[in-house]
């Protein structure tokens, strides 16, 4: 993937995606989800780096690619609403199940086991699926676990992402780490967004901000939400123009 070096010549439609938060008030929630994926997508399957099937939905088209990683115990439904959003932007996003979750029908059924200290692979299975659905540039924007993941995923040699945005990402979780060594090794631009309501997410992205290397960003936002239940909370609105506008700053100009 190529990097890009400015800023996306897209205007971001701030208003028309805090009004469709409406939707992601059911569809953010794992317990909660949606019945039926949003009009317009697509199921596929593909594998992780370490050969893991997993199943997922592309919404959009075009150049400039988002991958949506889920968290703990969400699974891709959790994204579908923002993703949808972000198609109608101009992105080509993907969401997908992590190994061993399975929700079954339209939500998908990834195989393999659970194993949260090598879901990284998934995401690198993730970057590059969408290289091969016309991605030029690729960012990775994950909750939780999946924020960890993307931030693992993108310290590894060869891995070129234009930026990585985290909600409510632990530094360590079940033997998934971005330590200090990973979040210097990553060259893509980083976003961590936290809650301070939500103590040890708001403390340990401040602490990895604090050991990335620029360009990066931290925003801590009043609410007691955790990962996507951010985007429904009571700051769903600015939560979602900011990782839009991060997004904008960074993406493949169209």
Request: charged share 20%.
């Amino acid at each position: 993937m190529r990097r890009a070096g400015g800023p996306r010549g897209r205007t971001s439609r701030a208003l028309a995606l805090v009004a469709a938060f409406a939707f992601l008030a059911s569809a953010c929630d794992g317990d909660d989800a949606p019945a039926a994926p949003p009009s317009g997508s697509r199921a596929v399957s593909f594998e992780s780096t370490d050969g893991v099937h997993l199943e997922g939905r592309v919404f959009g088209e075009g150049h400039a690619g988002v991958v949506l990683s889920h968290m703990l115990p969400a699974d891709q439904t959790s994204w579908w609403g923002f993703a949808e959003d972000l198609a109608d932007e101009g992105y080509l996003v993907l969401t997908y199940d992590f190994r061993g979750y399975c929700p079954g029908g339209d939500a998908g059924c990834s195989r393999g086991e659970k194993n949260i200290d090598a879901i990284w692979q998934d995401v690198l299975g993730a970057i590059d699926f969408i290289g091969t659905q016309g991605a030029n540039t690729v960012e990775l924007v994950g909750a939780s676990m999946g924020g960890t993941a993307s931030l693992v995923a993108a310290s590894k040699p060869d891995v070129d992402i234009a930026a990585v945005v985290t909600l409510s990402a632990p530094q360590s979780i079940e033997g998934l780490s971005a330590s200090a060594d990973v979040l210097q090794s990553v060259s893509a631009a980083r976003l961590f967004v936290a809650g301070v309501g939500d103590f040890g997410a708001a403390k340990d992205a401040q602490t990895m901000y604090e050991q990335s290397p620029p360009p990066k960003r931290l925003e801590i936002l009043t609410t007691d939400a955790h990962g996507t239940d951010i985007l429904s909370s009571n700051q769903a609105g600015p939560s979602a123009t900011l990782i839009t506008s991060y997004l904008e700053q960074y993406a493949e100009p169209a």
